[in-house]
């Protein structure tokens, strides 16, 4: 009798051992599918800013997005490994069995790669200095969205009376032998534009902390001058005439910091996951506030005080956090805007791809993250169409204003 309780009591464990197991691998796929398909709808705050933390190490690859929308955002991960792979990595180094965190932590105290390609003057054409310094993260393989965004929202000169500057930020490729003539290329590219920053590290994205770095250590030492910052991807749409609007109310000597702020971010800890961070490297429950890499602007005082503080915190793979954690080293609270939508636009609309096309829509907005090469084109040019006339007309011929929404600054915020 004995005996045989002994041995039920074994095989219950046994049982309720096996149970969990099975219920815990399946936890690793259900989330993550469970996120993408709630990504597919408007977003909850909490999904939307986990889905933030899961996209995040992501962003720099997306190159070139197939989809745009809320569409966009469900096949957005698998756009990317895919995109990733034909790109300029072969084989795909993002999978964690790849990654090797080990090596990273080891490699960690070397951050200084030296600057194969400069642009001193950049910033001293003006006496005093450009008004707004606009700094875009790109591959050297992009040679046509550097040029779409040269012709439409990243043009240099005037605008509204404020000078703008444009810089890119490039590191060597992974795949040289995709593109053997890429030094020449972009040497030429650089005589001909004057706008090309290249650094001697590989670009991938877990070495983007090391471009932003590298970004705010040059801005620092050669663009100190600026009154203010926008650092963006590629592949966003930024309205800088709002942005320029909205500046012009705003001291460069004082902190600024403003984009789309993700709050209460939790690391992924699942091993399987793509995004897993272990917690020898990040042993917290959750991440400081911080922007979503699309774009955000900063002052000129800040940008100092972050370039100064991103010398002083250890390297963390992904960059919009590892930024966060600069933030809150010089203990500054990021402030959220309303119109950076890094994320895509996601309204829920039977025709979607009306909604991302209508230039007043645009209008309203300061950044809008994942388009097209054509799409940037085809909404600047509608943008500033002397035709342009939309159906709430009092909108239009109103001055713009800003409909400042910030959502809960401090770090314990929880919608
Ligand atoms: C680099 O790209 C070329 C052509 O796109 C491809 O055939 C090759 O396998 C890639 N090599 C590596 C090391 O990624
Ligand atoms: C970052 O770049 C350095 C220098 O090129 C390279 O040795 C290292 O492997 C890269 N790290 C990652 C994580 O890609």
Redesign the pocket.
């Known amino acids: 009798m004995r005996v045989q309780l002994k041995g039920d009591a074994i095989c219950t464990l046994f049982l309720v051992v096996a149970l969990f197991t099975i219920l815990y691998s399946q936890l690793g796929h259900t989330s993550l599918r469970e996120e993408q398909l709630k990504g597919q709808k408007r977003p909850s705050p909490a999904t939307h800013r986990a889905f933030h933390a899961l996209q995040s190490p992501l962003k720099q690859l997306n190159a070139r997005p197939t989809a745009s929308g809320s569409k966009m955002i469900s096949t957005m991960k698998h756009v990317k490994m895919a995109k990733q792979g034909d790109l300029s990595t072969n084989p795909p ?1 993002s999978t964690p069995s790849a ?1 090797d965190f080990r090596l ?1 932590l080891r ?1 960690k105290d ?1 951050r200084k ?1 030296d600057l194969l390609i400069n642009q001193p003057k950049k910033c001293k054409r003006n006496p005093g200095g450009p008004f707004l310094l606009i700094a875009i993260k790109s591959l050297v393989e992009d040679f046509d969205r550097r040029e779409i965004v040269r012709k439409t929202w990243g043009r240099e000169g005037l605008v509204n009376g404020a000078q703008v500057q444009r810089v890119f930020l490039l ?2 490729p992974k795949n040289k032998t995709a593109l053997p003539t890429w030094e020449t290329l972009v040497q030429q590219e650089s005589q001909m534009y004057r706008d090309i920053l290249l650094w ?3 670009d ?1 994205f ?2 983007l902390t ?1 471009k932003e770095i590298h970004f705010l250590n040059w801005a620092d030492e050669f663009c100190s001058n600026t009154k203010f910052v926008f650092k963006g991807d590629a592949d966003v749409f930024v309205n800088v005439e709002n942005i320029v609007h909205f500046l012009e109310s705003h001291d460069p000597s004082e902190d600024l910091f403003v984009g789309d702020i993700i709050y209460n971010a939790q690391p992924i800890r699942t091993r399987k996951s793509k995004y897993y961070i272990p917690e020898t490297m990040y042993g917290l429950g959750m991440y400081p506030a911080y922007a979503g890499g699309g774009g955000f602007l900063l002052s000129s005082s800040t940008m100092k005080k972050l370039s100064q503080a991103c010398s002083e915190v250890e390297l963390f ?1 992904i960059d919009d956090v590892f930024l966060g954690m600069c933030l809150q080293r010089i203990n500054l609270k990021p402030t959220m805007h309303e119109g950076f939508k890094t994320f895509g636009i996601t309204k829920p609309s039977a025709a979607p791809n009306l909604q991302t096309f209508d230039p007043c829509f645009y209008k309203d907005l300061m950044v809008v993250h994942s388009l097209k090469v054509a799409e940037i084109w085809l909404m600047w040019n509608l943008l500033h169409s002397p035709r342009l006339s939309c159906t709430q007309k009092k909108q239009v011929k109103k001055s713009f204003r800003w409909k400042m929404k910030i959502k809960g600054t401090t770090i314990g915020y929880a919608a």
Do not use: E
Request: net charge negative.
């Open positions: 180094p990654f990273y490699n070397n790669f590191a060597v001697d590290f590989l991938t877990f070495n090391l793979p």
